[in-house]
């Protein structure tokens, strides 16, 4: 049997020309117009207090979405038992303070939750399980056994030394808690541009059958994406516990949906094999930016949810339609 | 290895997977009859079932959404907005009109998800995401985050108070909608055009079936449930609060795949979710009457919902006939019966290089 040639033409077609430059500009340009927006609305909107308190408010959500990014291009849908890591890390930091002092906390935590990340990973990696009910499951389990772990009661912490350290500036303008999540970020987009694990991660998203008929490791890869969004939740978590001291189960709500929306909205594809740390940190400024300018210009907490929601639908919808347009799908 | 290998493949595994939901429902019932006194009195039963009756009925939308291969995060805040709207539109339009009007809020949430996965193309997963957060800042914002109640707390008893002494008119609603989707799904050819649609949505079309409309279809049924469950819930309690139901989707789809619905569609049943549902309602009755904490339960209900998917998971891509389940248990029986005969041949064999 002779293999005829395919008249369906190459399987991915080069973007068009406009699909394309609205792909690479969309991001920076939809910042700029922001920042623009906000600086004639508001005159405090382009302060450096004011830019910085972004910064501030990004930085522990910033960390999850590092990881976030990584399940997201291996096509591992998305990781909804983030609630529940950023608690245990949180709860347990502050909990076992008075015993072994914040930093051992802090790893403990981690460790912990990079425990609830690795029973993510086998389950959807290796016993091949869907991701969402999957995360969904564990997110309970954990969550209900960290809660177990303290009586299920709210935790204080008393270290103010460390809270300061978090919450105070490297000379005098650089906040702290900013600079480790710059540091995790540069660092994710350096393994996910830069290492075999990166490239890994790409392939496995946009072709797994493919990747695997190249012996790449496409389970430990999805597994490995699962795992690096556990620990980076659980040290979300010990941030978070540590810089208010103060953590209750319910302390993750939330962020698991805040770091889909920014991943979205920064165009990173649910289908897998497409995106970058860059976009979706830009995706994640976007938002704060968005969130910021209304609350300056005094718009309630209550309808922020429908300017929210109507961006992550149209940032979807925007990229599906300039993907089709492209020739890919 | 080899017998575990066998045991995974044996018939009786397979059964044991095809009826795990009988199964888990038996033992859960056997649980919470011993440990609740009183548990087989009607009344005791009635009331635990009242419980999950409004989950109930969003759940019965969920199995048509899940079988479709969709997901719907949004049905909590359907629940919420058409509850605020039940209470709130009662001095305006009365009790009746209010319901009728908060039904038709639940159908346009719902033709809203439809929109956006349809016509707009956005994954399930992310556009009910994103309306999720759009319907619970309208609760939000319409009611300035307070709860509204209602003027007249006796409107709530048409769907609390018992019919004939039996059950609560919203367990009786739930009951009738579980029958009239199993009838659906088994005997109408709509019904079986969806499990194909769920499937494989591309190979349904080619074959002739709209599977746009029926995706478009699903969400504005589980909008309508969301929102019939909402108003049962407002008026239960005679209060529309922009908070309710929070919790609700994902319970939701826990208690629908619990009932053996696959999140990957194509495969479930409304009988499953009926079962799925009582197995939460006999859980949460037992563990709270031993009086367990909310988060023990929490893990309990999480470890039985990764075992039967990681069940589940063991048995797909195998061949499986539904069998009569006198069938099973026989050939289980003889099995029994056969391995303990050939045992020691068994142990020769594993043994031997």
Known sequence: MTITPTTAGPRVTAERGSGRAIGWIGMPAGIVVLIIVGSLLNDKFLSVSNLTNVLINMSIVGVIVVGMTFVFITRGMADLSVPATVAVGGILVLALQPVMGSIAAGIVGVLVATAAGLLNGFLIGYA?????ITTLATGTIVLGIAQAAVGGVIVYGDDKGIQEFLTGRIFGTIPVIVLIFAAIAVIGHLVLSRSVWGRWTYAVGSNPDATRASAVPVRLTRSAAFILTGSLAGFAGVLLGLTLQTARPGIGIGYEFDAITAVVVGGVSLLGGFGSIPRAIGGLLFVQLLTNILVLQGVPTEPQGLIKGGLIAGAVALDVALRRRGGRR | MNRVQRFFDSTTFLGIVQYRVIIILVATFVLAASLVPGFFEFRTLSLSIDRVATLGIVAVGLTVVLIAGQLDLSVGSTLALSGIAAIGLQ???????????????????????????VVLKVNSLVATLASMLMFRAICHTITDSRPVSGEDPLVGLVVTRPVGGTFSPRALIFFVAVILLALWLRRTVAGRNLFAVGSSSASATASGIRSNGYLFGVFVFSGAMAGAAGIMQSLAVNTGSPVFGETTALTGIAAVVIGGTRLEGGRGSALGTLGGLLVLAF???SMEYQSIPAYIQDIVTGIILLLLILLDRFVSGKARRAEPLANVIRRWLRSRRDTTATQEGMDERTLAP
């Open chain 1, 128 to 132: 091949g399980l869907n991701p969402v």
């Open chain 2, 283 to 285: 859980l949460t009755t």
């Open chain 2, 91 to 117: 001095p305006v339009l009365g009790a009746t009109g209010a319901a009728i009007a908060a039904l038709l809020i639940g159908i346009a949430c719902g033709a809203v998800n439809g929109f956006l996965v």
